[in-house]
């Protein structure tokens, strides 16, 4: 059992706490934004036309008092686009199953699809294939955002072939129509596995009157061209013909019931909760990230029962590694301790990952890490070798993992711990978070010096004033694009998580995963055996 030695009466845990605390203000004003969808003007219009908010629809759709995994909130902060980039996407249970569902937010720009959502909706279906989650589908949408046609037409395609790859895959797709469904977006419920469609509200057509009036002059209204009832009783395109919203959402949630849906992975053991507070997480990863902090302290407020039997806690210390269960569920977990990766905690973490593959274990990794060292007797030493290691094991490891930024993530260790670009199952960072090639200061001194190498050699005079002023704008725009919001912004995790919120991320995260058998790399015979570093 891990024992805290968090000093949660002292001046360093109350200023850490106030900090963060800070942050997530900020943090929950980004998250007002995407909640607040188009603002009061288009929410009251839509009210008015008798048409439920995007997220109220989710809720109807959920069973009762049923968490909901919102993924990707911030996607579009920084953008000329609405924060969440109209659409909602997350992981929720309808009638007992859980479900990737994918909303559009009609009330920002007639709910159509911008880079960002076509970004999110990617990573949705992403999601959706790799941990077998059925998928719904809340269509109300204009379709491609016309101004920014160039950046999604062509790869937005994706859309519609990722819906039948799922399907392909045994995955179910359903596709609820609640209003307008035009164009490329005809192609959702048209690849979807079950469509219903509202009468008098949805319309699905490849092109509306307008274009087809442009296109062969004929003559038609929305009704005869794309109607719920033309599509329930003519095309054929609409499985069921519902009344009203509630009776889609009712129809939706029966024809989740009879999936038939099964669970393929193993059933998590009983829990017992941490034996340390939640709260507690606030106060413990100092601001500015420049001390080092224990990552048993936050392991002892998230893991089952505050147990974790460490491996090699003697070697290599600048890395924990060790077994604990979250919510029930198995875990070996890698955590940073003193931010530098060297040799010995590479190869530490290559032998670990490999036994989590013997025994079919998901992984956690928890980033606060500066990257590998660097330095003549680093390099002498192999580091290159003893990293590149630890990625191997992290490119090639079969089981689920699992990415929490919760301190810096800087350089190859953003890699070797498992960073985006290594496709953990999901990753979240915390509000203290920050990743970069490297930190905002090495980074503008790494400029500075080779600008100054450069000028010599050209026999110049080096410009002091200018140096010191290209040194300070470089800094804080790496500084400002290290951020969390920034970065979820361009979904590079899966959204900013309040630490307190851990545990219970982790736990949806990991029954969401549970849905597919959970399989390490083959330790069959017919290859290698785990390689002791
Ligand atoms: N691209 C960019 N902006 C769009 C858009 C699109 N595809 N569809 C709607 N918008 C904008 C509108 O210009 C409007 O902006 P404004 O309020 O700043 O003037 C806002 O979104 C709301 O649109 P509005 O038409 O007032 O809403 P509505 O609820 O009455 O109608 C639609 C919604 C989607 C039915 C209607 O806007 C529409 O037909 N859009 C075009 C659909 C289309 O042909 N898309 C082609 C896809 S390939």
């Known amino acids: 059992m891990l024992r805290s030695r968090l000093d949660t009466a002292g001046e360093d845990y109350a200023a850490y706490r106030e900090a963060m605390l800070g942050k997530l203000a900020e943090l929950e004003a980004e998250h007002a934004k995407a909640v607040e969808g188009g603002g009061e003007k288009y929410v009251a219009r839509h009210r008015k036309r008798g048409k439920l908010l995007v997220r109220e629809r989710i809720e109807l ?43 559009n937010d009609p009330t920002v720009r007639g709910g159509s699809s911008n880079p960002w959502t076509t970004r999110k909706i990617f990573r949705a279906a992403d999601i959706a294939l790799e941990n077998r989650l059925p998928v719904i589908n809340l269509v109300e949408s204009g379709g491609a955002d016309l101004p920014t046609q160039k950046e999604i037409f062509i790869p937005g395609g994706r859309l519609f072939r990722d819906l039948t790859r799922l399907s392909a895959a045994g995955i179910p797709t359903i596709a609820l129509v609640f209003g307008n469904s035009t164009a490329g977006g005809a192609y959702v419920p048209g690849m979807s596995d079950h469509v219903v469609m509202i009468q008098e509200r949805s319309k699905v057509f490849l092109g509306g009157p307008p274009l087809v009036k442009m296109a062969t002059g004929e003559e038609s209204d929305d009704e005869s061209l794309g109607g719920a009832e033309m599509h329930a ?11 009203d919203e509630p009776d889609a959402i009712r129809i939706g949630r029966g ?92 190869q530490k973490a290559a032998q670990f990952i490999q036994l989590a593959n ?11 890490t500066t990257g590998y060292m660097v330095g003549r007797d680093y390099e002498q030493g192999g580091i290159i070798k003893h990293g590149a290691m630890m990625i191997n094991a992290v490119s090639n490891s079969k089981v689920p993992h699992i990415s929490v930024l919760i301190g810096a993530s800087y350089g190859a260790g953003h890699y070797g711990m498992c960073g985006r670009a290594y496709d953990p199952r999901f990753l979240f960072a ?16 790494v400029l500075s010096i080779v600008a ?58 990991l029954s969401a995963i549970h849905n597919n058998p959970v399989q390490g790399a083959q330790f069959d015979g017919t290859g290698f055996g785990v390689f002791r570093m």
């Open 61 to 103: 759709l959920l069973d009762e008092d049923a968490p909901f995994l919102e993924l990707s909130p911030l996607a579009g902060w920084g953008s000329d686009f609405h924060v969440g980039a109209s659409v909602v996407a997350g992981i929720g249970v309808v009638s007992g199953v859980e479900c990737m569902i994918i909303g």
């Open 233 to 243: 009783r003519t095309s054929g395109l609409a499985d069921y013909l519902a009344r």
């Open 255 to 346: 024809i989740v019931g009879r999936l038939n849906w099964r669970k393929q992975g193993p059933e998590p053991a009983p829990v017992t909760p941490p034996r340390y507070d939640a709260e507690e997480l606030l106060g413990i990863v100092p601001e500015g990230l420049k001390v080092p902090f224990d990552p048993r302290e936050v392991l002892a407020r998230i893991v089952d029962g505050s147990e974790f039997d460490e491996f090699k806690p003697l070697y290599g210390d600048s890395l924990v590694t060790g077994w604990a269960r979250v919510h029930g569920y198995p875990l070996g977990v890698l955590a940073n301790a003193r931010g530098i990766l060297f040799s010995e905690e590479s």
């Open 358 to 368: 013997q025994t079919n274990t998901p992984l956690l990794f928890l980033h606060n």
């Open 430 to 445: 915390w509000p203290s978070a920050k990743s970069a090639v490297m930190g905002p200061q090495q980074l503008a001194g």
């Open 452 to 509: 100054r190498a450069a000028s010599e050699a050209r026999g110049q005079a080096y410009d002091e004033d200018g140096d010191a002023a290209m040194r300070a704008a470089v800094e804080s725009q790496v500084e400002a694009e290290s951020l969390p919001m920034f970065l979820s912004g361009r979904l590079y995790d899966d959204g900013v998580i309040d630490p307190r919120d851990t545990r219970t991320v982790l736990g949806l995260c």
